[in-house]
């Protein structure tokens, strides 16, 4: 595959359960991002890894836990949502922090 | 971070050209125009960007007006694929490591077969 994936593509959960969303990228980039998307909401950033490491944390609740074991792939822990957190979640990486990024196609995760 | 201002929809006829609006007024000398586009159920897509001559590549023509307080995405014939929400973002590249692309609400443009 080329490019950024995700998955799954599609979520629906329940505010007790622990799930995980996965972004791998296929283009040898270095920093990556994850992104939430709201219905008639701009995109809002969320984190921010380059290298492994974690550079940006926008005030995110601690029910979301990213983690990024090498520079191909980034995860999103999720547990005990709030329906509020119904979303499209982007998955973004670039070559180096502050060149373009290229997008995922998403995960659209619904809270019950 | 300096704003951008872009009409909240647009429509084209099928195979014509589209002029896609943004102004950014309050634009500093280091910030980059970035358009980004959104097609409906993927995630955005990079178009084009520029700092102050036009730029063109593949996907469109990116024109910046000479005090750079607007600039113009020009999409030279659009198909029925183009139909998306267009962002138009400014990227202050002296801020290294300021990685927040600021998304507006866009131009929902709609191409009429």
């Known amino acids: 595959e080329t490019g950024v994936t995700q998955t799954p593509r599609h979520l629906v959960m329940g505010m007790t359960n622990k799930k995980s969303l996965k972004c791998e990228q296929h283009l040898g980039h270095n920093a990556m991002y994850w992104y939430k998307q709201s219905a008639k909401k701009p995109l809002e950033l969320m984190f921010v890894y380059n290298f492994k490491e974690q550079t940006e944390n926008n005030s995110v609740p601690s029910r979301f836990s990213p983690e990024c074991p090498n520079s191909s792939h980034l995860f999103l822990h999720l547990h005990t949502l709030q329906p509020e957190d119904s979303a499209l979640y982007l998955c973004a990486s670039s070559q180096a922090l502050g060149d373009t990024q290229y997008f995922g196609p998403g995960t659209r995760l619904t809270v019950l | 971070d300096a704003k951008t201002t872009q009409p909240n929809s647009m429509e084209s006829n099928e195979e014509e050209p589209v002029h896609l609006p943004c102004n950014h007024s309050?634009?500093?000398?280091?910030?980059?125009i970035h358009w980004y586009r959104q097609l409906p159920s993927q995630g955005p897509e990079y178009v084009i960007h520029g700092l102050t001559s036009n730029v063109n590549n593949r996907m469109a023509s990116l024109a910046i007006a000479e005090d750079r307080k607007s600039s113009t995405l020009i999409l030279h014939r659009a198909t029925l694929r183009d139909a998306a929400v267009y962002y138009c973002?400014?990227?202050?590249?002296?801020?290294?490591?300021?990685?927040?692309?600021?998304f507006g609400t866009g131009t929902r443009l709609t191409i009429i077969p």
């Open positions: 973002i400014l990227r202050d590249r002296s801020n290294f490591g300021n990685e927040k692309l600021t």
């Open positions: 309050t634009i500093s000398g280091t910030d980059y």
